[in-house]
């Protein structure tokens, strides 16, 4: 069992920046696939990026690469998203989740924390 809490959500006006984390606890938390999810309003749960159980690869979603990076420090079991560049369409509710392997199949994620929200304004 994998134990997933996010926080660093908030309000941020368009342009910004906000760093998202997602602590890890359980059984060898450290060896699983990361991944950032969100969710808009009236919206389906979509893919944002993944890291490998290293740190040494990662996946993005179109349109957040350049804007957005993920990273881990497994020292602490925490993943991050660091989220540059903000626009409204970034609002949504972010959450994090874990699996075993698979960095770039976008299902298959066993674990999920319960979201953290990220408003931009324009």
């Known amino acids: 069992q994998v134990q997933l809490v996010e926080s660093g959500g908030g309000l941020v006006q368009a342009g910004g920046s906000l760093r998202l984390s997602c602590a890890a606890s359980?059984?060898?938390?450290?060896?699983?696939?990361m991944g950032w999810f969100r969710q808009a309003p009236g919206k389906e749960r979509a893919f944002v990026a993944a890291?490998?159980?290293?740190?040494?690869?990662?996946y993005y979603e179109d349109s957040v690469k350049g804007r957005f990076t993920i990273s881990r420090d497994n020292a602490k079991n925490t993943v991050y998203l660091q989220m540059n560049s903000l626009k409204p369409e970034d609002t949504a509710v972010y959450y994090c989740?874990?699996?075993?392997?698979?960095?770039?199949?976008?299902?298959?994620?066993?674990?999920w924390g319960q979201g953290t929200q990220v408003t931009v304004s324009s």
């Open positions: 989740a874990a699996k075993a392997s698979g960095l770039r199949t976008i299902s298959g994620y066993e674990y």
């Open positions: 359980g059984r060898s938390a450290w060896t699983y696939v």
């Open positions: 890291i490998s159980y290293s740190g040494g690869t990662t």
